[in-house]
């Protein structure tokens, strides 16, 4: 039985795969030497010339893991969680978290010089929660989700806004769609951009004061206007995840992934759950590569890379 190649790495969040340099980017767990801090790590794929033709993805060798150690790229990154690749290719886009001291931000880090700019850090002059996802739209939309995990988990202020998703247009508009969900987290857009999936994700296990929650752990579907940039609707559940909570999440062309607690879900663009991708563990973020055919899914221990990863899915 075919298996996924796994790589041993302290691999939490935001996988981002930058084409140009053949390197897989995420952000790893919190370290608690000093105060708490997560770095942004990358594995590189370079001398497997990966990026020249997709047939060598599945010649990648089955020690490849054996080859490849985690390199860091940037410390101590603001409690970085979430991050996706700028237009050009040539940033990483990072929902910072922040912590007690730090604001919480969306910044810019150069992949080559690793010059750093911070892109928004308010909203209408107060600081945000803890920006937890990013992506940006084909118009140059910035769109970016803050739940409040970080005063839940104790390294952010008490919260100044309520847990909402953001736009930053391209002309640096602000808006806020605050919506139906206690915990908007996760975030896809179709591959027209009419559609923004959207993970509420307030059954997390990290709540433990006296707001009632109905402890969600869905994903759901909202109207998006490419142009404008602008989130519309009461929107609609598509489904829940069995185990764990609905977290990262991507589109391809005909499908979206969302990683949960024991797989990463597999739906088509209306929503409808078809399958599953089994995995060992937590399945927290996922980023395609190879054109859409093959999938990183950073599950904390380590990462999975499924080669054509359609054949890993299984019936529900």
């Known amino acids: ?12 969040e935001g996988p981002v795969w930058v084409a140009d340099q053949c390197r897989l980017y995420y952000t790893t767990k919190t370290h608690l030497d000093g105060r708490r801090r997560v770095d942004i790590e990358f594995l590189d794929f370079s001398h497997f010339d990966l990026c020249d033709e997709d047939e060598l993805w599945k010649g990648l060798p089955e020690d490849a893991a054996m080859q490849i150690s985690p390199r860091l790229f940037h410390h101590d990154a603001g409690m ?21 001291s730090r604001p919480s931000l969306i910044s810019s880090v150069n992949v080559a010089d690793h010059t750093r700019k911070v892109l928004v850090d308010n909203f209408e002059g107060h600081e945000f929660n803890s920006l937890n996802k990013v992506i940006l739209t084909k118009a140059g939309h910035l769109v970016f989700s803050d739940p409040d995990y970080g005063f839940r988990q104790d390294f952010r202020p008490a919260p100044q806004l309520e847990p909402a998703i953001y736009v930053r247009t391209a ?3 602000m808006t806020s769609f605050r919506c139906a969900l206690e915990m908007p987290h996760g975030l896809a857009l179709s591959p027209d951009e009419r559609t923004l999936f959207i993970t509420d994700t307030s059954n997390d296990g990290a709540h433990g004061d006296d707001i009632e929650l109905g402890r969600r ?13 602008k989130i519309s609707g009461e929107g609609a559940c598509c489904f829940q995840v069995a185990k764990g909570v609905p977290d990262g999440a991507v589109t ?13 879900y597999v739906a088509d663009l209306e929503g409808k759950l078809i399958g599953k991708i089994p995995t060992p563990n937590n399945a927290v973020n996922v980023a395609l590569a190879g054109g859409g055919k093959h999938l990183f899914v950073t599950i904390d221990v380590g990462i999975l890379l499924f080669i054509d990863w359609r054949s890993f899915v299984r019936d529900v």
Do not use: I, Y
């Open 80 to 100: 970085a969680n979430g991050m996706c690749l700028s237009q050009k290719g040539r940033d990483l886009l990072v929902a910072e978290q922040g912590d007690k």
């Open 217 to 229: 752990k869905s994903v759901w579907k909202f109207d998006f206007d490419p142009k404008t940039g």
């Open 171 to 173: 002309d640096g508009t």
């Open 252 to 264: 391809t062309e005909d499908r979206l992934l969302v990683g949960g607690g024991d797989a990463v």
């Open 1 to 12: 039985m075919q298996k996924p190649h796994f790589f041993v790495a302290d691999a939490h």
